[in-house]
Each structure stands twice: as structure tokens, then as C-alpha cells.
């Protein structure tokens, strides 16, 4: 299994990016994925995620990402995606997808977010 995350940089506030984390190694489209992120000093925290296609698709979000944040996926491309708009400054962190496979847990290596004017 492989996860790699690309589209961070460097944004000012009131700005926006698209994450994208591409998936390997499993059937992407049957297994739900999530968005985390780590802030300096801070413990990793949830952001979002969006279940399995065969499930629904739904999507699901921290307090911080509600009605600024949305993620979708595209399983013909394995990839998943993280839209953030009206980026703050309290959004700079590094941003990881993960995928859990049955008992097991899988990190993408994490792209960096800088908010700052």
C-alpha cells in the first residue's frame, strides 16, 4: 500500500489549495479515506473523511474544515482530495491521508501547508 500526497505550499490567507494523495496497492474504491494534519507542537488531528463509493461516498468533517474544507475522490484515478478554501493561518500544517485496511492503518508521507501573508 502507498499513499503520496502533493499540492501543498506556501498560500495567504483567504487563499486556497488542492491536496491530492494518490492511492496504490489496494482497491481504492472500497475502503473509506481521511484527511489529518499536525501542526507544529500539536498532536495530529482529523480533518475529514470520505467513505467507501459502495457505501454512499458521504463525506465527514472536523469543526475546523466545515463549510471551508471538501473533500472528494475519483477511484478510476485512485486519488482522493482535499479543497480548502478560506485557508487561515491556524491551517498551517503538514497534511497526511490515511486509509485503514482492515486491521491496519496506512499514512501517505505528509505535504507541508503554509498559510502566511
Known amino acids: 500500500v502507498q499513499l503520496v500526497e502533493s499540492g501543498g505550499g506556501l498560500v495567504q490567507p483567504g487563499g486556497s489549495l488542492r491536496l491530492s494523495c494518490v492511492a496504490s496497492?489496494?482497491?481504492?474504491?472500497?475502503?473509506?479515506m481521511s484527511w489529518y494534519r499536525q501542526a507544529p507542537g500539536k498532536e495530529r488531528e482529523w480533518v475529514g473523511a470520505?467513505?467507501?463509493?459502495?457505501?454512499?461516498?458521504?463525506?465527514n468533517y472536523a469543526d475546523p474544515a466545515k463549510g471551508r474544507f471538501t473533500i472528494s475522490r475519483d477511484d478510476a484515478r485512485a486519488t482522493v482530495y482535499l479543497q480548502m478554501d478560506s485557508l487561515k493561518p491556524e491551517d498551517t500544517a503538514v497534511y497526511y491521508c490515511?486509509?485503514?485496511?482492515?486491521?491496519?492503518?496506512?499514512w501517505g508521507q505528509g505535504t507541508q501547508i503554509t498559510v502566511s501573508s
Open positions: 490515511r486509509a485503514r485496511i482492515l486491521t491496519l492503518t496506512y
Open positions: 496497492g489496494f482497491t481504492f474504491s472500497n475502503y473509506d
Open positions: 470520505i467513505i467507501s463509493s459502495p457505501a454512499g461516498g458521504s463525506t
